[in-house]
């Protein structure tokens, strides 16, 4: 059995799923259902300084559903803590005295002026807490204050912050990103010259899920009014994938710690984020649709897969796909494939044909008993029909072999990698000569 | 002295009415708004979708669904009725398994088709249920054509005609209309008098009127007809039965199938129908598996449902002979009756086991005898009431096109007329189209 255990900017748990600040880590009763069900590890929900701010009172969730009512992604206007600090601070010293084996991170929220951070970071420190991690993501009610996302989209505003808690305690500092900027790159590097240990991305998305109809406000509506919200849940996995990414690959920020939170719903999409370069995961949306009996599930699931693919730990997944990450005009132009459709495994829907012919390539066709085949001659690789066949497998993409001859272009396959720098489309190679 | 499934002969009150009311229940309950949600989530949309194809009207099926999915139900509604006015009946009786979810590519993927014809009742009872009648008929046009049999056929003819802002005079020998939907349909399947719910709701068209009581033949006659409508159209069904030829048909406990349902869809209190102790039916089709299920349902003790050939010609599809074997009826394959014996009133029924000789039935000799207080004979309907000189084919109206039949100015469709099979939906398809034939054929 693969060791699941992880050691994340010297923060020790026994697996690498957290849950990530949010309700599931609201208080002391949630956390200790947590760690009974066997999470790793828990970022505290966000801390402020007193007065505790005030949340809403009617709905702060809104939803967008897939098939069967499921969960595709959740946004929430809710805010950090909504309780006195001193009572967080309590409960995270008796859970952390009572769980010494779990992460216990607490993450933070407060004014950006030194004073409040020296304040507030020795108060954490004597709880015996792990580490910290600061919430410059929250898009909404914070934000306005000055707070959350504000800061974080002013990489001065982090890089300076994270300094200053770097001075102010011995704890590991994780910086956590809003996806609400242009180039996710800027925050990160912001945070690494703060001297942050980590980075933690993403929070949520500024989102309004819905609209309803009937009394025209977006949802979710307070007394007939409604507010941009995160979104968060399985949807947003691509675009916290890519931010992952897109640091892990970056020069500036190679080689920095990524807590990898996004959607993280199945040990598969954990795994991704591991791929990418997360050396840990954190999870809110997932545990909030199905509780916190999932990490089982996660759990084994990363073990097993661990196991049949040779990784014996977590650090040796961490990063695995970053190299294979590249930019668009890198990529093998020889590289020619050609959509093959499984007769024995075809159900005869007919999705892919009505794909490719309205809006790709009109590259299948539809024989005598509904046959479809894809026409080489007009195919284009795009991958539309796979994506929309709903058999598993029954499409594929086949690589065309090397000397072969691509019946679309009446060009051989050619063996050598080329890429579009250096294509005679490409104005820019031409200059270049 | 109350009566059990023991009593002998022919008697009523064999099961309580709270067992007889719980047997006669909704057989394919209406599904509530979520379980709709979730079975029309299961559709994939498909590209010209084999289940149209095989829905003799051709609903598009694939668009109603997602109507239902994206919250537009009476929407969906519409597209149901457009081409099929009787679509709440159809989402009833049809034999999906054999029709639109046989084609469906989830029977072919997982065994298990989308449930179209449930998704079609949500749709369909969800705005009848609002009393909403969705059409209105084009300016009226002066022409005045009569509809003769207001069974499905009939009834979707004259809608359709109406529609197109022609007056509609229609013509039915019994005392209700609806045909089949109303006298012949296992109760089950069709409860809390579905069938007139509809007519009513179908009539909101305006512009048709009915006359009952009034048959071909009989009060009325084509010439009649002819002379006085710009057009006529003949939907009366198949009124006569076929002969068992066996000794001792005559026999007291002898009946036709389709009366003994007839009587049983009429009955205000099902306690007071006679149903047998044995009871043998005889044949291979929807109406022997009718009788058969009601029989037992009623309160039979043995029901044993006798088909000539060998399960795979039954016309009763697999769905309908499971579902008799589920209600404790008794199936024996590939055995005719000889005769029905008794002493005035049956007592038992001989059957010689049959062979396939090279395309022929045959007997094999060897007979036995299947205990009989109540023989229902259901060994298919014919054609009754028409004129002579209307063109015959294989025992119906012969119709070239849309029904168009021999005579100039005459159309037939449904189960009196030649072609299709004998399906309400397959009714409502033939009344509709040559209603738009007649339609063309005015407008010329
Ligand atoms: C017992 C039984 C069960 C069935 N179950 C199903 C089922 O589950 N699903 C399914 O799809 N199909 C079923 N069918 C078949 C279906 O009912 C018929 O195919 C359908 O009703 C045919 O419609 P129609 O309008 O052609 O004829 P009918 O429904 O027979 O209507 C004919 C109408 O014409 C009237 N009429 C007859 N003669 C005259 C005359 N001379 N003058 C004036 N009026 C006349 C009749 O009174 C009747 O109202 C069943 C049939 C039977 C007998
Ligand atoms: C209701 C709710 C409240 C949240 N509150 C906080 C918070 O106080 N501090 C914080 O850093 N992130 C907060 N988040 C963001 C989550 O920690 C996480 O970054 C985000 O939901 C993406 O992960 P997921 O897709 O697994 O949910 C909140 C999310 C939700 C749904
Ligand atoms: S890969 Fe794209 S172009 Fe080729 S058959 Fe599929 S949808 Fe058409």
């Not at chain 1, 679309?408 to 200059?431: C, D, F, I, L, S």
């Not at chain 2, 309400?424 to 009344?431: I, L, S, Y």
């Amino acid at each position: 059995m693969a060791d699941l255990s992880s050691n994340f900017v010297g923060i020790k748990s026994p697996n690498p799923f957290w849950l990530a600040s949010a309700p599931p880590t609201d208080k002391e009763y949630n956390v200790r259902r947590a760690f009974e069900a066997g999470w790793g590890g828990v970022v505290w929900k966000t801390l402020g300084l007193d007065p505790h701010i005030v949340n809403v009172n009617g709905p702060r969730y809104g939803v967008v559903y897939g098939a069967d009512r499921r969960v595709l992604g959740i946004n929430n206007i809710e805010l950090i803590t909504d309780r006195p600090l001193q009572t967080n601070l309590d409960e995270i010293t008796a859970v952390k005295r009572d769980y010494p084996d779990r992460a216990v991170v607490v993450s933070l929220m407060v004014p950006c002026e030194e004073p409040c951070w020296n304040e507030i970071l020795p108060k954490v420190e004597a709880t015996g807490a792990d580490g910290i991690e600061l919430n410059f993501g929250c898009p909404h009610g914070m934000s306005e204050r000055g707070m959350g996302a504000a800061v974080g989209q002013v990489p001065e505003y982090i890089e300076m912050v994270a300094r200053w808690c770097k001075a102010a305690t011995q704890m590991p500092v994780i910086v956590k990103l809003t996806p609400n900027i242009t180039d996710i790159r800027y925050p990160a590097r912001a945070a690494k010259a703060g001297g942050a240990d980590a980075v933690s991305l993403i929070n949520t998305v500024s989102s309004i899920t819905s609209v309803n109809l009937d009394t025209m406000s977006p949802e979710p509506s307070i007394d007939g009014k409604g507010s941009h919200g995160g979104y968060c849940g399985a949807a947003v996995k691509p675009i916290a994938l890519n931010m992952v990414a897109e640091i892990a690959r970056d020069a500036e920020t190679a080689g920095l710690p990524i807590s990898g939170i996004g959607g993280v719903t199945t040990w598969r999409d954990a795994a991704e984020f591991l791929a990418l370069g997360a050396g840990n995961v954190q999870v809110c949306t997932a545990a909030m649709v199905y509780g916190f009996e999932i990490v089982k599930e996660l759990k084994v699931g990363l073990s097993d897969w661990m196991d049949s693919a040779g990784y014996d730990s977590v650090a040796a997944v961490t990063g695995r796909a970053v190299p294979n990450v590249t930019d668009w005009q890198y990529l093998n132009l020889n590289y020619i494939a050609k959509a093959k459709i499984n007769q024995d495994a075809c159900i005869k829907c007919g999705r892919c044909y009505a794909a490719c012919e309205d809006t790709s390539h009109q590259a299948i066709s539809m024989g005598e008993g509904r046959v479809f085949e894809v026409i080489d001659e007009e195919c284009v690789a795009c991958n539309l029909c796979v994506d929309v066949c709903p058999v598993e497998d029954c499409i594929t993409m086949e690589q065309m072999a090397p000397g072969t001859v691509d019946p679309r272009t009446g060009k051989v396959v050619e063996e050598e990698y080329a890429n579009w720098t250096t294509h005679p489309n490409n104005p820019a190679a031409q200059a270049a000569e | 002295m109350a009566n059990d499934q023991w009593t002998p002969g022919v008697v009523s009150g064999r099961l309580p009415a709270d067992q007889l009311a719980e047997n006669f229940g909704d057989l394919h309950p209406l599904m509530d708004a979520h379980e709709a949600l979730v079975a029309a989530d299961r559709c994939y949309f498909c590209y010209d979708a084999p289940c149209v194809t095989a829905c003799p009207t051709s609903i598009d099926i694939p668009l109603f669904i997602r109507q239902i999915s994206a919250d537009g139900t009476e929407g969906a509604a519409k597209t149901i009725l457009e081409q099929n006015i009787l679509g709440g009946m159809c989402a009833r009786v049809c034999p999906t398994e054999t029709l639109c979810e046989e084609a469906c590519v989830r029977e072919a993927a997982e065994g298990k088709p989308v449930e179209i014809g449930r998704l079609q009742r949500f749709a369909t009872d969800t705005l009848m249920a609002r009393g909403v009648h969705p059409f209105s008929r084009a300016a009226t046009t002066g022409r005045r054509i009569a509809v003769v049999g207001a069974g499905p056929a009939g009834l979707s003819c004259a809608h359709r005609l109406a529609m197109h802002g022609h007056d509609v005079a229609m013509y039915d020998a019994r005392a209700k209309s609806g045909g089949l939907n109303e006298y012949g349909i296992a109760s089950y399947k069709t409860v809390d008098g579905f069938a007139q719910v509809e007519v009513d709701w179908l009539m909101k068209i305006g512009g048709i009127t009915v006359e009952h009581g009034k048959a071909l033949g009989d009060a009325l006659t084509l010439d009649g007809l002819s002379g006085e409508f710009d057009a006529v159209f003949l939907g009366i069904g198949l009124g006569g039965v076929n002969a068992l030829r066996a000794t001792g048909e005559d026999k007291e406990g002898v009946d036709d199938a389709v009366n003994f349902i007839s009587e049983l869809r009429q009955a205000s209190d099902l306690s007071s129908l006679s149903v047998g102790r044995n009871v043998v039916v005889i044949g291979g089709g929807m109406t022997a598996v009718d009788a058969a299920v009601q029989s037992k349902l009623l309160g039979a003790e043995n029901v044993t449902m006798v088909y000539r050939r060998g399960k795979d010609r039954m016309s009763a599809s697999e769905w309908e002979q499971d579902l008799a074997a589920q209600k404790g009826v008794r199936i024996i394959y590939g055995a005719m009756p000889v005769a029905v014996h008794g002493n005035g009133a049956a007592q038992d029924v001989e059957f010689e086991y049959t062979r396939d000789a090279g395309g022929k039935l045959e007997g094999t000799g060897e007979t036995f005898r299947i205990p009989a207080d109540q023989v229902l004979k259901a060994i298919g309907q014919t054609l009754d009431g028409v004129p002579d000189d209307l063109e015959i084919s294989g025992g119906k109206i012969a119709i070239s096109g849309a029904g168009r039949t021999s005579l100039e100015g005459v159309w037939a469709g449904g189960d009196c007329a030649a072609g299709g099979d004998d399906l309400t939906v397959t009714a409502v398809a033939e009344g509709r189209d040559a209603a738009e034939d007649i339609h063309q054929a005015l407008s010329a």
